[in-house]
C-alpha cells in the first residue's frame, strides 16, 4: 500500500511539474491543450492593456464622420493612412497585437466612424495564438455581415504572409486567404484585395518592405498604397 501511494505521488509531482515547464516555457504538448482550449472552451485571456487603452481613446474622442476606416492589428496601426492619403478623412482602427475576435468585440467604435469604406486586414495574430482555422473565419464572417449591416463598403485585404518570425503560419494564412476570396465573390458590396501579390515573394514577405520579417517600412507602406488606391478612388 505505501508502495502504491508512492507511486501515486511520485507521478502526481512529475506530472504537475511538467505541467508548469509546459505552460511556461511552451513546450509540447502547449499548441494542443490551447488548441483545444481554445476550440471547446473558448479564449478567458484578458485584453492587453494596449488593447484597453486604445478602445477606450476609440470611444473618448472617436468622432464621425470619415470616408474610410482601416480595421486591424499593428501592421493597421503603424501605418499613418492620413498621410499616406492626405485627400480623405481617415479613421486608423488598428491595435497592436488584436485578433479577429478582438476586432468583433469593437465594432461600436469601428460603426461610430460612419465611414463609407472599411478596409479590414487581421489573422496574423490569431493563428500566432493558435486559434482555430474555424473560429477565425467565422469571426470575420461576422465582421463583414456586421459592416454590410451598417452600410459600408467592405474591402478585404488578404492576411500577408509573414516571414522568419512566423512562417508556420502561412500555410493557415493562405488557407484564410482562400476563404475570404470566396466569400467576397459571394457578396455585393465586397471586394477582396490581393496585397501578396504586391507585398510577398516566395511565399513571404518581401525583405526590403519589412525589418522583422511581420512589419512593413515605408517600402512596405508604398506597396500597400499602390495596391487599393484605385479602390479609394472607387464610387461604389
Known sequence: MKRVLCLILIFSFISFTYGVVTVQYRIFPYDLVLLAKNTFIGKSEPRSARYLHKTSLFEEFGRCCYDIVFIGDSITEDADWEDIFPNYRIANRGIGGDTSDGVLERMDSIISTKANKAFIMVGVNDFSKVASFDSVFDNYQ???????????????????????????????????????????????????????????????????????????????YRAWKEAIQDYLLMND
Open 142 to 220: 461576422k465582421i463583414i455581415v456586421t459592416l454590410l449591416a451598417n452600410d459600408f463598403n467592405v474591402y478585404v485585404q488578404s492576411t500577408l504572409n509573414v516571414g522568419t518570425r512566423g512562417e508556420k503560419f502561412n500555410n493557415s494564412i493562405d488557407r484564410l486567404n482562400e476563404r475570404l476570396k470566396s466569400l467576397a465573390d459571394q457578396k455585393n458590396k465586397v471586394v477582396y484585395i490581393d496585397l501578396n501579390k504586391s507585398l510577398t515573394a516566395n511565399g513571404a514577405v518581401k525583405s526590403d518592405f519589412t525589418e522583422d520579417g511581420v512589419h512593413l517600412n515605408a517600402n512596405g
